[in-house]
């Protein structure tokens, strides 16, 4: 079993910077995907950014370019910077963890954090 706990949310400005950090616990070992994914009320669930067991890293269009997100396997550390933001990346973030394929639809992965807001004001 995984637990994920989500942290670094906060208001800002548009254009401002925010990092988000999501801590793992349990059995999770370096193969796992890992992502960060984002509700904004009244919308649907949308997967922003994955990182495989690999190193390898996919981000949705709209905030590729302005995030990044990063893993620390020793310290079963997820991260996401977010630079540049907009108004429009105003949501609940929430991270992830699969452990099979890796990818930006919400289907695969298995264990999920609480969330943790993000409001960005124009």
């Known amino acids: 079993q995984v637990q994920l706990m989500e942290s670094g949310g906060g208001s800002v400005q548009a254009g401002g910077s925010l990092t988000l950090s999501c801590a793992a616990s349990?059995?999770?070992?370096?193969?796992?995907?890992l992502g960060w994914s984002r509700q904004a009320p009244g919308k649907e669930r949308e997967e922003v950014a994955a990182?495989?067991?690999?190193?390898?890293?996919i981000y949705a269009d709209s905030v590729k370019g302005r995030f990044s997100i990063f893993k620390d396997n020793a310290k079963k550390l997820l991260l996401l910077q977010m630079d540049s933001l907009e108004p429009e990346d105003t949501a609940t973030y929430y991270c992830?963890?699969?452990?099979?394929?890796?990818?930006?639809?919400?289907?695969?992965?298995?264990?999920w954090g609480q969330g943790t807001q993000v409001t960005v004001s124009s």
């Open positions: 349990g059995y999770m070992d370096r193969s796992y995907c």
């Open positions: 990182i495989d067991g690999d190193g390898k890293i």
């Open positions: 992830a963890a699969s452990r099979g394929r890796c990818g930006l639809d919400q289907i695969l992965y298995t264990y």
